[in-house]
């Protein structure tokens, strides 16, 4: 299975790919979507893991966009609400339920909210790329 993360921060992508890669799983980061665009423009990939507040095109348009082109890839988008230092940090905020429903209702087919468990996002891909 290949699965690509687009996220930002890079810290998330790291933690990301540390915790999915495996012997049957390769994992390739990007930092924003048009690196996720010309990574899916190479090769093949099972399951895009994208957050939501990205530079440049957002994950709304970027979900949209991977919908109408590579309609077999799995989506999972993920979202902490943007704009909050650690200390700030409210996942249950409106904004995040709001990034997070946009994103369901632009194609992804599973949505986490940030932060979240290993055993979740594991969980999501399995049930959209079971092995």
């Known amino acids: 299975m290949r699965i690509l993360v687009i996220d930002d921060e890079s810290f998330v992508r790291q933690a990301i790919e540390r915790v999915l890669v495996s012997p049957s799983t390769s994992v390739v980061a ?5 690196a996720g665009f010309a ?5 093949p990939i099972d399951v895009v893991i994208i957050d939501v507040v990205l530079p440049g095109m957002d994950g709304v348009a970027a979900i949209k966009q991977m919908r109408r082109e590579y309609p077999d890839v799995r989506i999972i988008a993920i979202s ?3 704009n909050f230092g650690l200390n700030a940090y409210q996942p249950e905020a409106i904004s995040t339920t709001a990034y997070l429903a946009a994103c369901k209702a632009a194609g992804a087919d599973r949505v986490l909210a940030k932060p979240f468990e290993t ?3 594991r969980a999501l891909i399995g049930q959209l790329h079971p092995v």
């Open 39 to 43: 990574v899916l423009l190479e090769s």
């Open 119 to 121: 055993s979740e996002l």
């Open 80 to 82: 902490g609400g943007g």
């Open 30 to 34: 990007a930092s924003d979507a048009a």
